[in-house]
C-alpha cells in the first residue's frame, strides 16, 4: 500500500511562496498520477493541480492556475507544489494522493497523505 507524506505547510504573509512536498512510499509512484488538493474550513475539499507519471500532462485548478506549479522527481518518490503570489483565500489544509491517471476527481484517487495547514494572512 502506498503511503503518502505531505511537509511543507506553514503560516506565510499574502505575496508570500510555499513549496509543498509529498513523498510516497512505494516505487509505484513512478507509474502513478499524482494530484493536489485541498480543503478549507467549511467547505468542500478541492482539486488544485495533477500531474501525470511521466510529467507530460499537467492540469491545473483555474483558481491556482499562473501562481501554483506541479512537478515531480520520481527517482526521489516525491511530487512537489510550489506556490507563489499566496493569498489569503489559499488558506487550506493540502493533501497529497495518487491514481492511475490524472484527473480532477477526487473519487479517483486511491491513496491520500494527512495534509498539510497552509495559512495565509493578509
Known amino acids: 500500500q502506498v503511503q503518502l507524506v505531505e511537509s511543507g505547510g506553514g503560516l506565510v504573509q499574502a505575496g508570500g511562496s510555499l513549496r509543498l512536498s509529498c513523498a510516497a512510499s512505494?516505487?509505484?509512484?513512478?507509474?502513478?498520477?499524482m494530484g493536489w488538493f485541498r480543503q478549507a474550513p467549511g467547505k468542500e475539499r478541492e482539486f488544485v493541480a495533477t500531474?501525470?507519471?511521466?510529467?507530460?500532462?499537467?492540469y491545473y485548478a483555474d483558481s491556482v492556475k499562473g501562481r501554483f506549479t506541479i512537478s515531480r522527481d520520481n527517482a526521489k518518490n516525491t511530487v512537489y507544489l510550489q506556490m507563489n503570489s499566496l493569498m489569503p483565500e489559499d488558506t487550506a489544509v493540502y493533501y497529497c494522493?495518487?491514481?492511475?491517471?490524472?484527473?480532477?476527481?477526487?473519487?479517483?484517487?486511491?491513496?491520500w497523505g494527512q495534509g498539510t495547514q497552509v495559512t495565509v494572512s493578509s
Open positions: 494522493a495518487a491514481s492511475s491517471t490524472p484527473t480532477t476527481t477526487d473519487l479517483m484517487y486511491n491513496y
Open positions: 512505494e516505487r509505484t509512484f513512478s507509474t502513478s498520477a
Open positions: 500531474i501525470s507519471w511521466r510529467g507530460s500532462r499537467i
